[in-house]
Each structure stands twice: as C-alpha cells, then as structure tokens.
C-alpha cells in the first residue's frame, strides 16, 4: 500500500485530533456531573487511586493475589455506587466515558502498530477525492460494464471483452510491483472512460495513490506551473510522475505546440522510467496519434503500451435508444 501522501498526513492528524477531541468531550461531562452531582467527585478521587493502590500491594510483597482482589472488589462497589447515582439523576451510567467513534482503534487509526479498518477506509474515501474522478467513482464500475453494447454491428466484441478482462485482472491484482501501460483507443462513448474509472477504483480500494486527469487539465497544469506567474496548478505536479497509476483521459483533445508536446513526452517517459503504471485513454487512431505527436512520443505510446481497440456504436446513444 502507498496511499497519497498528502491525504495520509491529513488524516492521521483528523484521527489524532478526533481521538483528543472524544476525551475533551468526555472531561466536559465529567465536569457537568461534578456540578450536578458532587458526591461523584470523592467517588472518582476514590477510583482513581486505584493504579496506585495495585503498584503499592506489588512493592509490599506477601499475598499479592489477595490484596488486588479486594482493590478490585472494592472498585466494583464504587463503580457500581457511581452508575446508581447517574442513574437516580437521569443520566446513562457511561455518561462521562470516553464515546470513541472507533471501538477497535479509539480512533487513533491504529491497533499496535497496524492500521485500523477505519483508518483505511478515511484513506480510501479520500482516495476517491483527490483522484480527481468525482462523481463517476460511484456509479462506473467493472461490475456495471456490460460488453452487450458491443455485440451490435461494428463492435468489437471480442476486443472489448479482452479489455476488460485484462484491466480488471491488472486492477484486482495491483501491487507495489505492478507496472503495466494501456492505451485505450476508440471513437466516443464507448467506454474507455467507464473502464479505466473501475480500473481505478479498484486500485483505490487496495490502498494505492490513483490520479485522474484530462489531458487539457493536465496541461493546464503545467502551463500554470510555468506561466502562472505565482499562481499554483491545480494538482501537485510530483503526482503526475509519483502516482502509482496515472490515467490520462482524451488524449488528442488538448492544444499542440512544442511546450505541450515537451510536457506529454515528460510524462509518458518519466514514468516509463519510473516503472509507473498508466492508462491513456483517446478517440485518435493510431494514424492520427502519429501525426499528432513526434516520433519519440508515438514511440512510446507503441512500445510501451498495451493498446486496445474499441469499436462500435456510441454506448450513450445505445443507452437512449434502449429507454424509449
Ligand atoms: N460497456 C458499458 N456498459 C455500460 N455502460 C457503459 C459502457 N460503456 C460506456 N458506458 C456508459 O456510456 C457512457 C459513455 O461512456 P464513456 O464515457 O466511458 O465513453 P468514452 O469512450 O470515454 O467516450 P469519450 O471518447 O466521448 O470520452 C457513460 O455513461 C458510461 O457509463
Ligand atoms: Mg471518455
Ligand atoms: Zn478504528
């Protein structure tokens, strides 16, 4: 797992301060039954000597047994006392205990010195956020992708059930060791965004660092970073090059001129270089690919990327068409 590193630092410090603010909340009550309640001061003073009296029955020696048996015995009484008082009150008997969201954890997002489920979860949701995918995380997935879009004349079934099954495999299987490239090629609505966003949650799911980008914003990016004058780009432009799976969606779509050409080839090679997986998704053919880019770039994109091809009739018109 190598979660975002900004995400990670962001949350740890929410479950510390959660975790603080529980026992902050919990002093709070305290202190509203002592104003209510007095005689549940001295029976607090009493219970919490309680440490102390065990430390003192250990150093004296001779029937330590005997001795914590009646410590405890003794705090059950007190204990007990306490919750009749509350009660009598009309306040529940765990009123001034410490109410931790996480019962496993007491929302430090950890047990020893392994992360909490719930720490991971924090983790994953905020996974979705920062990939840049939005909404489309929730309702694309591998589980809603049906290849019977493709079946109709001009699909190609075969080719997209082979994309799926590869993505979905390489998706399920990410690990620290993956690299694998993929370009997704194809005409619009059909599909390449749908799978490459279920690539990515599924990596989310397993704890790894997803962006998601278009290619104008990713050039945006980096147009701001160097023409901003002061201003920052809109991502951290170390995860473009850092993340663990870059998708670049609709290639073929931004402007071309040297400085953008110079950023794509960027890109592309330092994270080939970097054994960093990608997923490039475009409506340009091979043909127009290398038209469109130099030849150090269409190099790449050819050799480095299992290309897939996705033909057939506009999914969203498909969709339409099926609702009537
Ligand atoms: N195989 C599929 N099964 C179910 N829904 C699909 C499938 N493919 C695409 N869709 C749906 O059709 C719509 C268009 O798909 P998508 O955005 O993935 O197309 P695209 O290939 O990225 O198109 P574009 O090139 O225009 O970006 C989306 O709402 C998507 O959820
Ligand atoms: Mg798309
Ligand atoms: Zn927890």
Do not use: W
């Not at 050039?219 to 991502?235: I, M, Q, V």
């Amino acid at each position: 797992m190598s979660y975002n590193r900004e995400d990670y630092v962001r949350i740890k410090a929410e479950f510390a301060q959660k975790s603080i603010a529980a026992r902050r909340r919990a002093d709070a009550r305290q202190m509203e039954l002592y104003g209510r309640i007095p005689e549940v001061i001295e029976i607090d003073r009493l219970l919490s000597k309680t440490g102390r009296e065990i430390m003192a029955v250990i150093a004296k020696g001779g029937d330590v047994e005997k001795g914590i048996a009646d410590i405890r015995e003794k705090n059950e009484i007190l204990q007990k006392e306490r919750g009749e008082l509350l009660r009598k009150n009309g306040y529940p008997e765990n009123y001034s205990d410490v109410q931790y969201e996480c019962k496993k954890c007491d929302d430090t997002g950890y047990v020893d010195t392994k992360m909490c489920d719930c720490m991971r979860r924090a983790l994953v949701l905020a996974g979705y956020e920062s990939s840049g995918i939005g909404g489309l995380i929730q309702c694309q997935s591998f589980d809603n992708f049906s290849l019977e879009y493709y079946q109709s004349d001009g699909g190609n079934y075969e080719g997209v059930r082979c994309a799926y099954q590869n993505l979905r495999a390489f998706a399920e299987g990410f690990n620290r060791d993956t690299y694998r490239n993929h370009l997704l090629i194809g005409g619009t609505g059909l599909g390449k965004t749908h799978l490459s966003t279920s690539v990515a949650k599924t990596v989310i799911d397993r704890g790894f660092d997803v962006m998601y980008v278009t290619a104008t914003a990713m050039l945006a990016d980096f147009e701001t970073k160097r023409f901003g004058n002061g201003l920052s780009p809109k991502h951290n432009l170390d995860r473009y090059f850092d993340a663990e799976l870059l998708i670049v969606d609709d290639l073929g779509t931004e402007t071309v001129n040297q400085f953008t050409l110079s950023c794509v080839y960027e890109v592309i090679n330092e994270r080939i270089n970097r054994r960093k997986s990608t997923i490039i998704n475009t409506n340009l053919s091979k043909k127009d690919l290398e038209a469109r880019y130099n030849e150090r770039i269409a190099s790449r994109l050819f050799g480095e990327y299992i290309p897939f091809q996705f033909l057939g009739r506009d999914i969203r018109q498909q969709k339409i068409l099926k609702r009537m």
